[in-house]
C-alpha cells in the first residue's frame, strides 16, 4: 500500500521565518517517484518538483529547498524568509514508477499561512 | 502556452440530478487524470486516460461516476444521480507523452450539491 502523511494541518508563520513542510511516505516499490505541489487560494495546483527514489541528493531552487532521506521515508520542504506570496495549501504526492496508471498518492496538505 | 482548462468553473446543483464536468487538456499531453477534492482534504484519484489504452476507473467511488475521452483529447466526467457527498472540487490533469510523472492540473471544478 502507499500512503503520504503530512503530519502539519497548518503552519502560520512571520514574513522571513523559515519553515520545513514535512512529508512521510509508505511504499513497498522501490523505484519511485515524489512530488511537491502548491495550492495558492486561487485553487490551481502548481508543480514544484519531482524527485525519483534513486536520487537522493538535496535540491536547491531560489528560496526552495528539498530534503530526501530514503532512511526515513521523508521528503521535507523548506521555505528560507518565508513571504506573504507563500502563502497556501501544499501537497506532498507519490507515483510508483511501475504504478499502471500513474495515479499520484496525496498527502492531506499542510497549509501555510506567512503573516507580514 | 495554454494549460488544462475546465468547464464549468463552478456548478450548483440539485440532489438527484445529473452533472457533466469538461477537460480540455494540455494539447499534446496523452495522459488525462481526474481527482476529486474534498474540503480541506487531499486529492483522491479517480481516473485516469493514456491513449487508446482502457482506463484506470479503480478510483472511481461509485457506478455513479463515470468518464469518458475521445482520443487525446477532451474529457468529459459524469455524476449521475449526485448527491451531497459529491460536492467537493475536480480537478483535471494532463500529461506529456515523453514523461507521464509530472501531472499539470487545471483550476478545477466546484461542484456544490444542494
Known amino acids: 500500500a502507499q500512503k503520504v502523511t503530512q503530519a502539519q494541518t497548518e503552519i502560520s508563520v512571520v514574513e522571513k521565518e523559515d519553515v520545513t513542510l514535512d512529508c512521510v511516505y509508505e511504499t513497498r516499490d522501490t523505484t519511485y517517484y515524489l512530488f511537491w505541489y502548491k495550492q495558492p487560494p486561487s485553487g490551481e495546483l502548481v508543480f514544484l518538483i519531482r524527485r525519483n527514489s534513486f536520487d537522493e541528493q538535496n535540491e536547491i531552487s531560489g528560496r526552495y529547498s528539498w530534503n530526501f532521506q530514503k532512511s526515513t521515508s521523508s521528503f521535507n520542504f523548506t521555505i528560507t524568509a518565508s513571504q506573504v506570496v507563500d502563502s497556501a495549501v501544499y501537497f506532498c504526492?507519490?507515483?510508483?514508477?511501475?504504478?499502471?496508471?500513474?495515479?499520484?498518492?496525496f498527502g492531506q496538505g499542510t497549509e501555510l499561512s506567512v503573516k507580514p | 502556452g495554454a494549460g488544462v482548462s475546465q468547464s464549468p468553473s463552478n456548478k450548483v446543483t440539485e440532489k438527484g440530478k445529473d452533472v457533466e464536468l469538461r477537460c480540455d487538456p494540455i494539447s499534446g499531453h496523452t495522459a488525462l487524470y481526474w481527482y476529486r477534492q474534498r474540503l480541506g482534504q487531499g486529492l483522491e484519484f479517480l481516473i485516469y486516460f493514456q491513449g487508446n489504452s482502457a482506463p484506470d476507473k479503480s478510483g472511481l467511488p461509485s457506478d455513479r461516476f463515470s468518464a469518458e475521452r475521445t482520443g487525446e483529447s477532451v474529457s468529459t466526467l459524469t455524476i449521475q444521480r449526485t448527491q451531497q457527498e459529491d460536492s467537493a472540487v475536480y480537478l483535471c490533469?494532463?500529461?506529456?507523452?515523453?514523461?507521464?510523472?509530472?501531472?499539470?492540473f487545471g483550476p478545477g471544478t466546484r461542484l456544490t450539491v444542494l
Open positions: 504526492a507519490l507515483r510508483a514508477y511501475y504504478n499502471q496508471g500513474g495515479k499520484l498518492i
Open positions: 490533469a494532463s500529461s506529456p507523452p515523453v514523461s507521464t510523472d509530472t501531472q499539470y
